[in-house]
């Protein structure tokens, strides 16, 4: 007989819960080895529906103790004015292109920092010259994202 096992964890309490297929309109249910008889208002036409859980992409490395790895741009400046992260935090989105003109106050990165997602703005007006991130990235504090000229 075919079933199915799922881990819940409700409220704090883990709860491992075995279905089996129905039969009819009554299914068996095991909930940490309490076995329980379930029975449906209507029995079950064709398969059932299987919900999978999308993983959320990983955006950052992470170490063995789960800290986000904090790196050096893999591109090097070129010289003109470099937009900096206030905070460490990792790379959400940029609105924004190389070639792009930005007014001072403009939105140009996008950085997620303890739960928080916060708009990083230039000071000065410019044309974006050279991006030195990625999304995803992570980047520590007063590093470089991109260049102004």
Known sequence: MSHKEYKYKINGIKFNVVVEEPKGNTVHVEVNGVPYTVE?????VGKPNVITPVKKPEKAPRTET???V???PTLKPTPGYVVKAPLPGTIMSIPVKVGDKVDAGS???VLEAMKMENDIHTPKAGVVKQILVQVGD???QDGDIMILE
Not at 40 to 44: E, N, R, V
């Open 66 to 68: 789960g800290e986000k």
């Open 40 to 44: 449906l208002d209507k029995a079950p």
């Open 70 to 72: 904090l790196g050096e």
């Open 138 to 140: 992570a980047v520590p």
């Open 107 to 109: 939105t140009v990165c």
